[in-house]
């Protein structure tokens, strides 16, 4: 199974005992800005000079949930990605969750709440996130974005540079208006950044 960009963030947002490392409506805004990337990255929308998440193309791209998403987009009045998020988020949430467990990446329990997940190998995409030279990756902005650069990484991954690093994909991933819709649509208190471990918001 070839990973999306939504169900890696979900993979590395979760504890192996399934336990959430952020606060759900900040790991909904998360997913729901992956989503977005992904239909950036297929040419069906982008950012406006305007601020605005317009559609470029309306043909379908095969993947149900993004097809959905689309659709809600196309149909309604352009808004700023800060606002689209809080509106797909919880859709966009429970889309993953189904697909990373008929795939065994993730078990729920019967009332739907996540009980385990293997993130087996994801830590390295998140390395490749975090540590290659350039332009900052979609995944690296969402880390990034969501304060999951610490707080999920950690020195296993960061290692003393963990601080230093944080502040590049800061400094890149404040050029994307998706990412940054994350922090506009869930403000990260100061007391929460956590640098080298320790999740944020507990």
């Not at 990255?41 to 993947?63: F, K, N, Q, W, Y």
């Not at 889309?95 to 078990?107: N, T």
């Not at 390295?124 to 030279?133: E, G, K, L, Y």
């Amino acid at each position: 199974m070839t990973m999306a960009l939504r169900e890696t963030l979900f993979l590395l947002a979760h504890r192996p005992s399934g336990r959430p490392r952020l606060p759900r409506f900040v790991l909904e805004f998360g997913l729901a800005a992956a989503a977005l990337m992904e239909l950036r990255r297929l040419g069906r929308i982008e950012v406006t000079g305007d601020g605005l998440v317009a559609v470029r193309s309306p043909s379908a791209t095969g993947d149900p949930l993004l097809d959905r998403l689309l659709h809600q987009l196309s149909d309604g009045t352009p808004r700023p990605p800060h606002q689209v998020l809080p509106a797909c988020g919880a859709d966009v949430r429970q889309s993953v969750m189904a697909a990373l467990a008929a795939h065994g990446h993730c078990r729920l329990d019967p009332a739907g709440h996540v009980v385990a997940v293997t993130s087996d190998g994801h830590r390295d995409d998140a390395r490749s996130a975090v540590q290659h030279d350039g332009v900052v990756s979609d995944l690296g902005a969402l880390l990034w974005a969501t304060e999951l650069s610490g707080a999920v990484l950690g020195r296993a991954v960061l290692g003393r540079a963990g601080v230093a690093t944080r502040l590049r994909l800061g400094r890149q991933a404040a050029k994307d208006p998706i990412a940054l819709a994350v922090r506009q649509a869930a403000p990260v208190p100061a007391t929460a950044l956590r640098f080298n471990g320790g999740a944020p918001y507990y």
